[in-house]
């Protein structure tokens, strides 16, 4: 079926570097590409025969969300009590999420990324990126997770996170499931691999040496950095420099290098970073989950490098991961005036890192020739909203209401709060009737992962 629809009946932000803000406008797309922004009666008048016809009923109308660092297989751990005390992240890893993983099999790993799935069109996010594990089951897995992507009507950034704790073996099957995704994935429009891996601290270097020769050119890598001090204090221990200049020593650090967290690092580190162009995604809940510390997003930016910011699979929302990074800043710093500098640019900084992956360049842009994503929040602005303040109405405004249409390549993935390419309640119900054999294999396993296998 061809898409013809508009969009029209609110405050339309463009988005993009100096984004533009038209009170009553309207954007109209055919196929998968934008065709028309502009005040709503001019476009209406231009664009008579659209059939489709979103109302966005005096709320906001923005290009769709990118989330840069998401774990979908994290869907089942919401109530999962992990039976033992988990006394700082160290444990929380070894002792909840490497059982978590060991624990998934194909059904569970389609079902948690129909969960994401959802609550990412639910939220307003048509672009994510994902970093996946489940060591029972690697071979294959990155294409059920794809197939539910491309069920919902996403675009989506995969990857498995290679690791040597489970082993070499694993290690090895690690890679070779991000080289045949990769591959098969290389010219693909909307769902795209990266080379994934866990941390400096579960790889040995025969491993990185192997991803090093065999990853193929400017596959990018998506890798979790100082997190928690461990992985720097194990790095320096058992290989004697920091995880980034580990990185550089096998070459892995460039402009696709995305770098999850990057807390526990030094000048030296960031300033590697900033030189090498490489970016670091910001997870600010997950990091306040976890009592890990956090990342001054402001400073790290004055340093020169590029920021990100997603949700590490504490939820979906990625405006309400902004709203945490914008408060969790200000309460950190003691400061009233804090967060204005650095943090409004991170929504539009997910989208340079989006277009760094994908062959579209005006990604995340309410432009005629633009990719058709976009959506429609229930945020009818109460004071006038301007380019200079709308930061200020996504943080106290916009990330507190519920989206009403999400729209992804010209099709309708929601429509007045209704999904129209999944059913959440029916992916819950099967859930639920796969979760406690999930938990019981859960507990049934033991901790104490050695981090080099
Ligand atoms: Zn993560």
């Known amino acids: 079926m061809s898409s013809y629809g508009i969009l029209a009946n609110g405050v339309v ?20 590409r934008i065709v028309a922004v502009g005040p709503a009666a001019e476009v209406r008048r231009e664009h008579p025969r659209a059939e489709q016809q979103l109302d966005a009923r005096g709320g906001l109308i923005l290009p769709g969300l990118v989330n840069v660092h998401h774990h979908f297989y994290s869907a089942l751990a919401r109530g999962l009590d992990p039976g033992t005390p988990m006394r700082n992240f160290a444990e929380v890893l070894d002792r909840l999420w490497w059982r978590l993983d060991r624990a998934l099999d194909e059904e569970t790993v389609r079902v948690s990324a129909e969960i994401s799935a959802a609550e990412c069109i639910r939220h307003g996010c048509t672009t994510v990126f994902d970093h996946h594990a489940s060591p029972s089951f690697i071979d294959g897995s990155l294409d059920i997770i794809a197939s539910a992507i ?7 950034l995969l990857c498995y996170e290679v690791t040597d704790r489970n082993g070499p073996q694993d290690a090895r099957a690690g890679i070779a499931e991000n080289l045949r995704f990769l591959r098969a994935r290389r010219t693909d429009a909307r769902v795209r691999g990266v080379f994934g891996l ?29 997190e928690d001090p461990v992985d720097v204090a194990e790095t320096q221990r058992a290989f004697g420099c920091d995880p980034v200049e580990r990185l550089c020593r096998f070459d892995l650090l460039d402009e696709r290098a995305l770098l ?17 162009d490489a970016t670091i995604l910001h997870n600010p809940e997950s990091n306040a989950n976890n009592g890990v510390g956090r990342l001054d997003v402001e400073e790290v930016v004055e340093r020169g490098c590029l ?59 309410l432009t005629p020739g633009a990719p058709a994503d976009l959506i429609a929040i229930d945020a009818v602005p109460p004071t006038p909203l301007q380019p200079a303040n709308l930061f200020g109405h996504f943080v106290y405004g916009a990330s507190e209401y519920p989206v009403r249409h999400t729209v992804a390549r010209g099709k309708i993935l929601l429509e007045n709060h209704t999904h ?33 296998g």
């Open 198 to 226: 866990h941390a400096s601290f579960t790889l040995r270097d025969e491993t990185l040496e192997a991803v090093a020769n065999e990853r193929p050119a400017g596959a990018g890598c998506h890798i979790h950095v100082a």
């Open 260 to 276: 999850a967290h990057g807390i526990h690092l030094d000048a030296k580190a960031y300033a590697t970073i900033a030189e090498h």
């Open 420 to 452: 129209a390419t999944l059913d959440p309640t029916a992916i819950a119900g099967r859930a639920l009737e796969l979760a406690p054999a999930l938990w019981e294999r859960f507990h049934a396993l033991q901790w104490g992962t050695s981090y080099l």
């Open 150 to 156: 491309e069920q919902a009507g996403l675009s989506a």
């Open 13 to 32: 932000i463009t988005g993009g570097q100096r984004s533009q803000v038209l009170s009553d406008g309207a954007v109209v797309w055919k196929e998968d």
């Open 307 to 365: 920021v990100g910011l997603g949700t590490d699979g504490m939820s979906s929302s990625v405006l309400r991961s902004l709203r945490f990074a914008f408060l969790s800043h200000r309460g950190a710093r003691r400061d009233p005036m804090a967060g204005f500098g650095a943090l409004p640019d991170l929504l539009h900084s997910n989208v340079r890192i989006a277009r760094r992956f994908f062959d579209e360049p005006s990604l995340g842009k």
